[in-house]
């Protein structure tokens, strides 16, 4: 079973259209038991960091979700919380990844909005997806470049376009709206 993460963040239907369209189940829920069990973990959103993770630590899911050890895929909004800090909201997040999020220094159009490529790709979601591929970006707060990224992307500065950590997979960009090569990431997602 696949679980997608319900913390009052949007985007989530897109996200179960894409599972649909690759025939996978899957069930949205903050329920913790649900969210242990399962097989993967999707942790979808769009949203503000601040009162995201304020929901989530009402229900007590920032400590359930830490400890997983099936795979779980951070998306978005999903891979910044899944981050130690964002300045947006002066936010104390999840912490799994030990990185940073800022926002886009102003001298350009914020937010980043519409495809782009990645470089430097590696790890298991990239698994035969070439890094001359263009991905769908919306997102106006950006993961530092780290020693967990296993991809770029370069806007304004350049910025985590994925990250892997163990089991803790994430990205910036939406798979779930980046046509085939989004479908590709999802599915090495699936098969892990």
């Known amino acids: 079973m696949i679980t997608i993460i319900k913390y009052n963040a949007g985007n ?24 242990q069990s399962a097989d993967k973990v999707i942790f979808p959103g769009v949203g503000e960091a601040s009162s995201a993770m304020a929901y989530l630590k009402e229900r007590n899911l920032d400590v359930v979700l830490k400890n997983l050890t099936q795979p779980m895929l951070g998306i978005c909004l999903g891979l910044q919380l899944m981050c130690e800090y964002s300045e947006e909201g002066d936010t104390k997040c999840l912490g799994i990844f030990e990185t940073k999020v800022q926002k886009f220094p102003a001298k350009d159009i914020v937010p980043h909005m519409g495809w782009n490529d990645l470089s430097e790709t590696k790890g298991d979601l990239f ?18 470049v780290y020693k967990e990224t296993t991809a770029t992307c370069d806007y304004i500065v350049p910025f985590s376009a994925a990250l892997q950590k163990d089991n803790f997979y994430a990205t910036q960009f939406h798979p779930e709206k980046s046509a085939s090569v989004g479908e590709k990431i999802l599915q090495n997602f699936l098969s892990l």
Do not use: G, P, W
């Open 127 to 144: 698994t035969n997806v070439s890094s001359s591929e263009n991905l769908y970006f919306v997102h106006s707060y950006y993961a530092d």
């Open 12 to 35: 989530i239907k897109s996200v179960m259209n894409a599972l649909k369209r690759l025939n996978t189940d899957c069930v949205v829920t903050d329920d913790q038991s649900l969210i």
